[in-house]
């Protein structure tokens, strides 16, 4: 069984790393993007649920994007593993995982944390050239992660989960590490 849930700033390189991951293992990248943007585009309910709040510029609430990741991890291809990036971005949303994750049989879990200098990041975003990738909103997005998502990585310790990967080194030298990380 392969379980990964991918934490990190902005512009780690988590959405890069998960898909290359999940290639190598034959398993679902599971991002809490898609899984809205699937929700929408298929119309579910919990898609027009969700598009109500988003309709109004409110971010969508925990407990429709949980309901979402359990129906997700409910689907039959995740059943030999998958890779989660985006959620949890909270411990309250770690808390519920857990328990889910409890409740689904899926017990074996390792926390990938893609760490990298915020300079690093910054510039990365940059270069991207994403209209949403000013570098005041990368800030804030930076300071979001700070004081919102960080304090995982303390649960996910704690619970001795966590894999530390240097997500300041080449592509191809992260894929490495993150590799033999979820080898051992």
């Known amino acids: 069984m392969t379980r990964f849930i991918f934490l990190g700033p902005p512009g780690a390189g988590k959405g890069t790393q998960a898909e290359i991951l999940a290639d190598y293992s034959h398993i679902p990248h599971i ?9 929408l585009q298929g119309e579910t309910p919990l898609g027009m649920k969700a598009q109500f709040y988003m309709d109004k510029g409110e971010l969508v609430p ?18 030999y593993g998958w890779i989660l990036d985006g959620f949890p ?7 519920f995982l857990s328990l889910l994750l409890d409740e689904l049989d899926q017990l074996q879990v390792k926390v990938i ?29 930076l300071e979001i992660y700070r004081s919102d998502t960080a304090p995982l990585i303390d649960y996910y310790q704690q619970r001795k989960l966590l894999v530390v990967i240097n997500g300041n080194q080449t592509p191809e030298e992260v894929t490495a590490e993150l590799k033999a990380a979820v080898s051992s």
Do not use: H, Y
Not at 31 to 39: E, K, N, Q
């Open 31 to 39: 991002s809490t993007g898609d899984i809205l943007r699937a929700a």
């Open 89 to 95: 971005r909270t411990v309250l949303q770690a808390a």
């Open 113 to 141: 944390n893609l760490d990298a200098p915020d300079n690093v990041v910054m510039s990365r975003l940059l270069e991207r050239g994403r209209k949403d990738d000013a570098e005041g909103v990368i800030r804030r997005r």
């Open 62 to 79: 925990d407990d429709l994007v949980q309901d979402m990741v359990r129906e997700r991890l409910s689907q039959d291809d995740t059943k």
